[in-house]
Nanobody
Framework: QVQLVESGGGLMQTGGSLRLSCTAS????????MNWYRQRPGKERELVASITSGGFTTYIDSVKGRFTISREYGKNTVYLQMNSLKPDDTAVYLC???????????????WGKGTLVTVSS
């Protein structure tokens, strides 16, 4: 059973920083891309940042220059360093990854349960 578990959320003031972590465990053969999504109150879920196995990263415009995604490949862990936080960053942040569990089979999409980030003004 593959699991993604996030940690690191909390309450922070505007301008502060938080570092989110997400670790995948279980039967894992390969993970190509790992993603951070967020669900802001009253808004649709959005893809915040992605990182491939080759280290290629992408970000939504609203977090460019403030957030950094990184990976520890041997530990199947992805991080999201969030700096210069704004109240508009308040959301549940969810880790996502299509995970190939067995050689030869297609990756299966997995989600964590999310971690709440609240930024006060």
């Amino acid at each position: 059973q593959v699991q993604l578990v996030e940690s690191g959320g909390g309450l922070m003031q505007t301008g502060g920083s938080l570092r989110l972590s997400c670790t995948a465990s279980g039967r894992i053969f390969n993970i190509n891309v790992m993603n951070w999504y967020r669900q802001r109150p009253g808004k649709e879920r959005e893809l915040v940042a992605s990182i491939t196995s080759g280290g290629f990263t992408t970000y939504i415009d609203s977090v460019k220059g403030r957030f950094t995604i990184s990976r520890e490949y041997g530990k199947n862990t992805v991080y999201l360093q969030m700096n210069s936080l704004k109240p508009d960053d308040t959301a549940v942040y969810l880790c996502n990854a299509p995970i190939q569990e067995v050689p030869g089979l297609d990756p299966v999409n997995h989600w964590g349960k999310g971690t709440l980030v609240t930024v006060s003004s």
